[in-house]
Structure formats: structure tokens, C-alpha cells
């Protein structure tokens, strides 16, 4: 399957290492009114990010007389080198159309399915209908342990499908430990961990009854799924969803803005061309607002809130917003995180760094952690920022990054019931 055609496909890759915080402060202004750039990775150290052919001349100019060190690499041959070493979802799925949360999709599928499914999902990247295939196919699997529903539609009407997890018997209500992944269309490999832990637990119950005892897991593995979507069929590195706005050129909402705890105070912009354009108001969009009804609704039980993006290998909590406020318990917040990121690298060394988004990268206001800690009081709230170089994770590695990401999730699972 080729990679069809790019928006951006006419753009340049810059890896530009910081010398100063004069550097760092030009980025961070960049990032935030520039709308001719596009940020992949900004850190203290170093940026990552594409720059259009009209800013390329004045971006470099501007590199020269601040003496940075950067690299460059047409995104163009970029992506034909993705393409080259990568394998993705057919377009034609025969039997894996889209199954509607609470219609019975398993009963009609072969047991010969249900093996070759499980054995291959986790070597590509599936689109959105087989992603909802596989889920549904999870719940009929495993009736009595598994709930398939939807939160909520997208703006372009795609179902924001969720798991819930949990042992049939309990005493009391159930603590919640809600997982959600691709908040931006782009970051691929963030669907696949989560949708690999609801296999794993589903497939050793019995291994993981400690684990699940009294507690619920609830997974929203596509948050986005319109702009998944476009990243499959238009544009590879599309970030925001895909609202549009009558009469302007340019259309998206960044949806780790748009949550409303200190919306658009920092780090976030009010021009709707750029990748951090964080929308009309606070929880405007519908990918958002179903996240935060759920969450609202529930705030009492949830007691974890994980929000899986790439790249960077990084495990923030809160606060974004700013860089000097520190929450009152982050002592517990830092050692669950290191605990953790110690189970990570047990798998083959992967090493996370831990600390607040705003600290180590900069600050951003309008995310969901700051929001699940600062609004809803959900007493355990993180960001994970999976591995990797850029965005796509090579097909051969998806399995991997899973397995170590599993780690991780089951040993943030464990402390929810302390709660």
C-alpha cells in the first residue's frame, strides 16, 4: 500500500540542537505563532520539526546569526524511506467492517479469524474500522470481563470507542484506571500499546487477578479517530482533529489544548492555522468534551488518568501550564512514575525520563493531565511519551514497544487500588 499523498510533502526535517535559552525561547515562540512550522519534538537541549519552503530561507538565516548546530532531511525522502521499510493496514479489510458499539460482531466470525486477528494485529498499523473490529472482537470474546461501548461521536461522526475491563465479582464500587492514546492523529504506535494491554489482560485473567481486583480499566485507544484517519489517507503527520471552520483555509483543533484547566494560558495559540490552536473555548470539541463527560461523571472512581502520546520517551504529571508550580503531592506522583519507568526498561533497557511537560519541555496549558489533576482531583495523572525517532515506529518494532509500554501500564494499574 503506498502512503498516498502529503500536504507537507514539500517541507524540510530540522534536528536543531540548542546552544542557549535565547534558542530555546526562539523555538517556543516558533512553535506557538508560527503556523509555517510544524513541531515534532521540542526539548530544553533540542527541537525537532518541519519548516515550509516559504519560511525554510529565513528559519536558516535566522539559525546562522544564533550559530546553531542542526541537521536537515527532506521530509520527501523521509517518507519514502517509511515506505519503503514498513507494512500498513490494506485498504480492503473484507470482513473487518466497522462494528457499532453494542451490536454482536463475533458471532458470524470463524475461530480461524479470531487466532490469525490476534497473531497479526500487533504487526501493522490498522485503520479505524479494524481497530473497532478488534475491540468488539475483544468484548464478544470475553463477555463477562470486557464492555465495548462509545463515549461519543467525532466531529466527522466516528464512534470514540472505549474498553472497560474488570473481574465479574466486587464488593464495593470499582476504582478506575482510565487509559486513553492518539489525542494526534499522527502518533500510531500510541493506539497499538493500548489496545495491546486490553489483549494481554483479557487473554491472562488469572495471571492479572491481583492486579484487577477492584479495579476497573477503561481504554480509549482512539481518541482522534478523524484525524487517524487523514494521517492514513492524506497527510502522514497531521496532528489535530478535524473540525473545520466555515470560510477559512485552514482546519483542526489541537485536543491537548482544548481541555479546560487553564485553557490557552500558556503554550497554546488562538490562531486556528497553527498545530497548537487550542479551539473556541475550553472542552469545545467533541473528542473532547467525551473524554471530560466521562471523566466528570466517574471522577469519584477514577483514580488514574494516562494520556499516551510519542515521541520522546518521557513520563510527565502535572503541572504543564507552568514551569514553577509544582503539585502538593508530587513526591507520590514522581515515585509511582520512576516505579513505572523501572518496569519499562526491564524489557531491553528503554530509559524514560520523569518530570513535569513544562520543566522539561516547555510550558503548555489545556492538557488532559493538568485537567483529570487540577479540575477533576484524580489523585494519579501522567503523560507518557512512547519511544522512537519520530513518529512511526517501524512495523518490525510495534510488538516490542508494546510489550515494554505493558510493563509500564500494569505497575501504574497496581497503584489505583491504593486509592
Known amino acids: 500500500m503506498q502512503l498516498h499523498t502529503y500536504s507537507k510533502d514539500s517541507y524540510t526535517k530540522y534536528t536543531v540542537q540548542h546552544g542557549n535559552e535565547d534558542i530555546f525561547r526562539y523555538m517556543v515562540d516558533l512553535q506557538t505563532n508560527d503556523t ?8 530544553r537541549n533540542m527541537s525537532v520539526l518541519t519548516v515550509g519552503p516559504q519560511k525554510k530561507p ?9 550559530r ?10 523521509l517518507m519514502a524511506s517509511l515506505e519503503a521499510n514498513s507494512t500498513y493496514a490494506d485498504e480492503d479489510f473484507g470482513d473487518s467492517d466497522e462494528c457499532q458499539p453494542g451490536a454482536d460482531c463475533e458471532s458470524e466470525r470463524p475461530h480461524t479469524r479470531k487466532r490469525r486477528q490476534a497473531r497479526g494485529f500487533f504487526s501493522h498499523y490498522p485503520r479505524y474500522h479494524e481497530i473497532l473490529s478488534f475491540m468488539s472482537g475483544l468484548a464478544a470474546r470475553y463477555p463477562q470481563y470486557c464492555r465495548y461501548e462509545s ?20 464488593i464495593r464500587p470499582r476504582r478506575v484506571a482510565y487509559i486513553q492514546a492518539a489525542a494526534h492523529g499522527r502518533e500510531w504506535i500510541t493506539t497499538q500499546t493500548v489496545l495491546y494491554l486490553a489483549y494481554e489482560l483479557l487473554s491472562n485473567l488469572r495471571a492479572f487477578q491481583r492486579v484487577l481486583n477492584d479495579v476497573e480499566v477503561f481504554l480509549v485507544p482512539l481518541v482522534n479517530p478523524d484525524g487517524y484517519e487523514y494521517t492514513h489517507t492524506s497527510d502522514r503527520f497531521w496532528r489535530k482533529n478535524r473540525h473545520r471552520f466555515g470560510g477559512q483555509r485552514c482546519s483542526g483543533v489541537d485536543i491537548n489544548r482544548n481541555f479546560g484547566n487553564h485553557w490557552n494560558y500558556q503554550g497554546a495559540s488562538q490562531n486556528l492555522c497553527s498545530e497548537v ?42 503541572y504543564g501550564y507552568a514551569r514553577n508550580t509544582v503539585p502538593p503531592t508530587v513526591n507520590t506522583l ?30 503548555a496549558s489545556g492538557s488532559l493531565d493538568d485537567f483529570a489533576y487540577g479540575s477533576l482531583g484524580i489523585p494519579l495523572s501522567y503523560t507518557l511519551e512512547l519511544p522512537g525517532d519520530e513518529f512511526h515506529v517501524a512495523t518490525f518494532d510495534i510488538i516490542h514497544v508494546c510489550k515494554e509500554t505493558f510493563a509500564g501500564f500494569v505497575e501504574f494499574i497496581r497503584h489505583v487500588s491504593l486509592y
Open 36 to 43: 509555517d512550522v510544524d513541531f515534532w519534538l521540542l526539548t
Open 58 to 66: 529565513q528559519f536558516e538565516s535566522r539559525l546562522s546569526q544564533l
Open 68 to 77: 546553531v548546530a542542526y541537521e536537515t532531511q527532506p521530509l520527501m525522502e
Open 151 to 170: 463515549l461519543g461521536r467525532s466531529n466527522e461522526g466516528r464512534h470514540i470507542a472505549g474498553l472497560s475491563i474488570s473481574l465479574n465479582s466486587r
Open 277 to 318: 490552536y487550542s479551539g473556541t473555548a475550553p472542552n469545545s470539541e467533541p473528542e473532547t468534551s467525551a473524554v471530560v463527560r466521562y471523566l466528570e461523571f466517574n471522577r469519584h472512581r477514577v483514580k488514574l488518568s494516562l494520556d499516551v502520546h510519542s515521541f520522546g520517551k518521557f513520563i510527565f504529571y502535572p
Open 334 to 363: 514522581r515515585s509511582v512514575a520512576l516505579r513505572a519507568a523501572n518496569q519499562i526498561g526491564k524489557y531491553r533497557g528503554t530509559r524514560y525520563t520523569i518530570g513535569t511537560s513544562a520543566s522539561i519541555l516547555y510550558e
